[in-house]
């Protein structure tokens, strides 16, 4: 285990620079609001898409695998995408803040390891599903190996990918869209790119879709 923390920690050093060291709080929005005024979300590349290409909806998520307030809402977005299979799609991208979630790159990382083998999305939800076992242990690995076996992930294959430095750089992408859209906390929703903050409610994004689908 000792030689994992070494690549664990050149990685956040890594991502340190890149968001300029600075420091971020995780928030729960409290109510629904569009900011108009917001700078323009880059949707060029980048992100894992869960949905119709045809969806007349495009939920677009930044989120930190060990924010709590990432972990309420994801049963909260699954939720809506099975009420609206046709209508909406879901682009999940990274946004780790490493400064007070110190293993959330760590997780982005077992995710778009698990994305090598084509099971994205099913490490996606395991590793939201089981945020409060692995989030206490400065070094999970082992928990997202566990997680990986789980979904029949070949365990050779997903521990290289994990120190993938190309997996890495897939990550700070989506960190620097974030900070191009002035995105300061997570979870942040843009639907079909303006952003907007909705209660922790099934009923309050349902609220905001019927909207969208009836203009």
């Known amino acids: 285990m000792s030689k994992a923390v070494k690549p664990?920690?050149?990685?956040?050093?890594?991502i340190l620079v890149a968001v300029g060291a600075a420091v971020y709080l995780s928030r729960q929005p409290d109510q629904v609001t569009e900011t108009s005024a917001a700078p323009v979300l880059n949707t060029k590349?980048?992100?894992?898409f869960r949905g119709p290409e045809t969806a007349a909806i495009t939920l677009v998520e930044f989120g930190?695998?060990?924010?709590?307030?990432?972990g309420a809402y994801h049963p909260v977005v699954k939720e809506l995408l099975n009420r609206y299979p046709q209508q909406v799609r879901l682009a999940?991208?990274?946004y780790p803040l490493i400064s007070v979630h110190p293993t959330a790159m760590a997780a982005a990382l077992a995710v778009e390891a698990a994305g090598e083998q084509g099971r994205y999305w099913e490490m996606h939800d395991l590793v939201f599903e089981h945020q409060q076992e692995w989030s206490a242990n400065p070094n999970p690995e082992?928990?997202?190996?566990?997680?990986?076996?789980?979904?029949g992930l070949n365990a050779n294959a997903f521990m290289q990918a994990t120190r993938?430095?190309?997996?890495?750089d897939r990550i700070l992408q989506d960190v620097v869209r974030a900070r191009e859209a002035n995105i300061?906390?997570?979870p942040t929703f843009f639907i079909n790119g303006e952003r907007i903050h909705v209660?922790?409610?099934?009923?309050?994004f349902v609220d905001v879709i019927e909207a969208r689908l009836h203009k």
């Not at 082992?142 to 979904?151: C, G, M």
């Open 8 to 14: 664990l920690s050149i990685i956040v050093v890594a």
């Open 45 to 48: 590349g980048g992100g894992h």
């Open 64 to 70: 930190d695998y060990q924010c709590p307030s990432c």
């Open 92 to 94: 999940f991208h990274h």
């Open 142 to 151: 082992s928990q997202f190996l566990a997680l990986a076996s789980r979904i």
């Open 164 to 168: 993938s430095p190309h997996l890495q």
């Open 184 to 186: 300061d906390a997570v």
């Open 199 to 204: 209660p922790l409610s099934i009923n309050a």
